[in-house]
C-alpha cells in the first residue's frame, strides 16, 4: 500500500521534481523528509514553489542530501511571491482511498481516571503512527465524548472525534463490513483482511484485569447494528501471549504488514518491548525445562543456549532471561554441561512426571543460572 510520501513523490516526478529544498531551519532533523512535508501541505500549512534562486538546502525524492533546488516548500503567505507548483488541494486530490483505523471507546466509563489518561495517550500515539505512513486523518475515535476532548492532548482538528456510536460514523461513511481487532478471535489477522474500509481497535487500557473479554462485545453491538464484523486476533508464532497489547502498538503492526509488508512475527517482534517478551518467554521456558533429582532435591534445568534462540523472535535481553529464569525457579546450563549430567543420570518417572536421577552427591556441579 502507498504512503503519503510515495503519492508526494508520484506528483513531483510527474511536474518533472527531482529535488526539493525549504526556505527555512524546518525538516532539516525529520527522519522521513517527503513525509513530513507531505503532510504539512494535506494541512493546509504550505505549498511547493518555484523559487528563482536555487535553495541552499536540498534533497532527492528519497531524503538524501543534494546540491540546492529551484522548487522548495514555502508556507501558503508565499503564493504572492512564488509560482506555486504542487498546492495542498491538488495534493489531496491524489490521495488513495486509505481505510479509517478507528479506535472504540464504547468502554470509556469502566475506566479510572488513570486509565482515561492511558487511553488518551495511546489515541496519540496512535496518530503519530499513521501521519508517518498516511495523513493522520484517517483515524477516527468513536464514542468522543466531552470527558476525552478535555483530555486528549493530541490534535483534535487532525483525528476524527466522533461523539456518536461506531455503527453510527460507519454508517456515514457508508462501510458495512470491518476488521474487529480481538484477541479472543478464532482467526488470525491476513493480507485478505487489508481490502476493508474500517479497522477497530478496542479503546480499552485493562491495568486491573477488569475489562476481560470487552472487545467481543464491541464486535457484538456492531453486528447487532448490521455490520458485517471480520474478528481478526495477532498472534506471535501461533500465540497471543508476547504480542503487545496497547492501542497503538496494535495499529502499529497492522501497519507494518499492511505497508511495509512485513509478516506478522517480524511486526510483533518490532512492535514489542521487554515486558511483552517476557510474557511469553514466561509461557515458553517451563516447556523446555528438564528435572533433576539430586541427593532428594529436584532442579529444573533448561539449556544457557536458549538464549539465542528466544531472542532471535522475542524482544529480550540477557537481564530479561535471567528475571524469568529467577521467577521460575529455573537454572540454565550450558549445553555441555547438561550433556554431562545425563551421562551420570538415570531416568524415572515420579508421580507421572519424568526425572533424571542423580544418586551421587554431585549437587557442586550444578550452578545457579551461570
Ligand atoms: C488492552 S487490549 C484490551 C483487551 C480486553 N481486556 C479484552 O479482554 O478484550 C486493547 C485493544 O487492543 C486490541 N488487541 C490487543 N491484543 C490483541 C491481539 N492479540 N489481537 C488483536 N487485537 C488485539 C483489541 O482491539 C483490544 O480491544
Redesign the pocket.
Known amino acids: 500500500m502507498k504512503t503519503l510520501a510515495d503519492v508526494f513523490r508520484e506528483a513531483l516526478r510527474e511536474k518533472g521534481i527531482e529535488s526539493l529544498g525549504v526556505l527555512s531551519k524546518r525538516f532539516r532533523k525529520s527522519r522521513n523528509k517527503l513525509q513530513d512535508v507531505a503532510v504539512e501541505i494535506i494541512n493546509g500549512k504550505g505549498a511547493i514553489f518555484r523559487v528563482p534562486e536555487k535553495t541552499v538546502v536540498a534533497w532527492d525524492l528519497y531524503g538524501k542530501r543534494v546540491e540546492g533546488s529551484h522548487y522548495a516548500y514555502a508556507p501558503l503567505c508565499m503564493m504572492e511571491k512564488f509560482e506555486p507548483v504542487l498546492t495542498p488541494e491538488e495534493l489531496r486530490s491524489r490521495l488513495p482511498d486509505w481505510p479509517y483505523f478507528i479506535i472504540d471507546l464504547y468502554h470509556w466509563g469502566r475506566h479510572t481516571q488513570k486509565e482515561k489518561g492511558k487511553v488518551c495517550l495511546q489515541v496519540s500515539q496512535s496518530y503519530g503512527l499513521l501521519r508517518d505512513y498516511f495523513t493522520g486523518r484517517e483515524l477516527a475515535v468513536t464514542w468522543a465524548n466531552e470527558e476525552f476532548r478535555r483530555m486528549f492532548n493530541g490534535p483534535l482538528d487532525r483525528i476524527t472525534a466522533y461523539e456518536g456510536p461506531t455503527a453510527e460514523f460507519l454508517a456515514e461513511k457508508e462501510i458495512d463490513e470491518v476488521v ?6 478464532d482467526e488470525v ?1 491476513s493480507e485478505e483482511d487489508f481490502d476493508v474500509k474500517a479497522f ?3 479503546g ?3 491495568t486491573g484485569g477488569t ?6 462485545k ?1 464486535g457484538e453491538g456492531l453486528e447487532s447494528a448490521g455490520i458485517k464484523v471480520r474478528r ?4 506471535l508464532r501461533g500465540d ?1 501471549v508476547g ?1 503487545p ?3 497503538n502498538r ?1 495499529l502499529g503492526i497492522i501497519l507494518k504488514m499492511m505497508v511495509e509488508r512485513k509478516s506478522m512475527d517480524e511486526a510483533v517482534y518490532e512492535m514489542q518491548e521487554p515486558l511483552h517478551a517476557r510474557w511469553r518467554l514466561r509461557k515458553e521456558l517451563p516447556k523446555r525445562a528438564i528435572r533433576y533429582k539430586v541427593d532428594g532435591k529436584t532442579y529444573r534445568v533448561v539449556e544457557k543456549e536458549l538464549f539465542d534462540y528466544y531472542s532471535s523472535w522475542l524482544k529480550i535481553r540477557w537481564e530479561d532471561f535471567v528475571k524469568v529464569l529467577r521467577e521460575l525457579d529455573l537454572i540454565a546450563l550450558e549445553r555441555k554441561r547438561i550433556h554431562h549430567l545425563n551421562k551420570i543420570s538415570n531416568t524415572r518417572i515420579i508421580n507421572g512426571k519424568l526425572y533424571r536421577v542423580i544418586l551421587l552427591k554431585k549437587a557442586a556441579m550444578l550452578c545457579y543460572n551461570c
Open positions: 474487529l481487532l480481538d484477541p479472543w478471535a489477522l477497530i481497535i478496542g480499552i487500557v485493562d475489562k476481560k473479554k470487552t472487545t467481543p464491541i481478526r486476533k495477532i498472534v497471543v504480542v497489547d496497547r492501542i496494535i
